[in-house]
């Protein structure tokens, strides 16, 4: 077939979000190239992937649940080849850079003082940091453009080796005067009907929202950004309160940027902090260095897996 790889991972990512459209938004690309890839696939094949749905996405027809299949399989054989090579390319040379990439919002949370735990212990001196949301790390993983990552276990799942470090708990931020900043534990029901800043980034906006959804709880979006430091500004200026996850590694009852971290007494799906490479069981000793780093850097500030 003339379908490239990429065309190939077009369809297969159709497939998974049961819209061109939701497609397009997670792979960064235009919905006509998305097109174009489907169209040329079944113009080759000769017969439909797709069921169109007007206003409800796509469904894949036999043909294409074969296809996608096979795609699949074709994908995990490259993403294992592009492994091998990067192994064989870095196994025995000493590498003068480390470049990670991170979930945006740790970038100000705890990069600098993992970074700097990592440096020194004896880790590469040089580090690039690459803050970006779920979608941009797994492309720059997959892409080659960093070394690891270091995200949340939603979103896309990524195409290398995963390493779990800590769960990572959902809390309440409050602002440093608001009537609750003085409690140590408060229910996503107490503050359903208060304003919310909702750190909006692909993935993790619905992922907070799907929080309030398990308990019938509807919160009313004040104010949405990017950003996770808007959101810190934003509720320590009264916007409203929000739901995080990741705080800074010495966690303070008042952080320096006037809010406070409540836990949450409900019963809920926590996360995973997880390291993904490209490497595999060949991992470099300076990317090995780096999830050693980690592991032993939250273990040492009380957050673990769950047993």
């Not at 993992?114 to 892409?143: C, K, M, T």
């Not at 959902?170 to 029901?189: C, E, T």
Request: hydrophobic fraction near 45%.
């Amino acid at each position: 077939m003339r379908l490239s790889i990429r065309q190939i991972r077009y369809i297969k990512d159709v497939a998974q979000f049961g819209s061109i459209l939701a497609a397009s938004e997670a792979l960064h690309i235009s919905a006509s190239s998305i097109v174009a890839a489907i169209n040329l696939a079944e113009g080759e094949l000769g017969t439909a992937l797709f069921e169109r749905r007007p206003s409800r996405g796509v469904v894949a027809t036999p043909a294409g649940e074969k296809f996608v299949r096979a795609a699949q399989m074709l994908l995990t054989a490259e993403a294992e080849f592009e492994r091998t090579i990067a192994t064989l390319k870095t196994r025995n040379k000493p590498s003068s850079e480390i470049r990670i990439g991170c979930f945006e919002p740790f970038g100000s949370l705890f990069m600098p003082d993992l970074i700097q735990a990592y440096v020194g212990r004896g880790g590469v001196p040089n580090v690039s940091l690459f803050e970006g949301d779920q979608n941009e790390l797994h492309n720059w993983l997959v892409s080659g453009t960093v070394d690891l990552v270091i995200a949340y276990d939603i979103g896309p799942s990524f195409n290398g080796n995963v390493t779990p470090i800590c769960q990572v708990p959902a809390h309440v931020i409050v602002a440093a005067d608001d009537l609750l900043a003085s409690r140590k534990a408060v229910s996503l029901r107490e503050i359903a009907d208060r304003p919310l800043v909702l750190l909006d980034l692909p993935h993790t906006g619905s992922y907070l929202l799907a929080l309030f959804d398990g308990l019938e709880l509807h919160p009313r979006i004040a104010f949405r950004t990017r950003s996770y430091t808007t959101v810190s500004r934003a509720v320590a200026a009264g916007f409203g309160v929000s739901v995080g996850n990741t705080s800074p590694l010495s966690i303070a009852e008042h952080d320096d940027d006037g809010i406070v971290r409540l836990q949450l007494v409900d019963k809920l799906v926590s996360p995973t902090l997880v390291i993904a490479d490209s490497y595999g069981a060949d991992k470099p000793d300076f990317v090995r260095s780096f999830i050693n780093t980690a592991q032993e850097l939250f273990l040492s500030s009380g957050r673990r897996l769950s047993s």
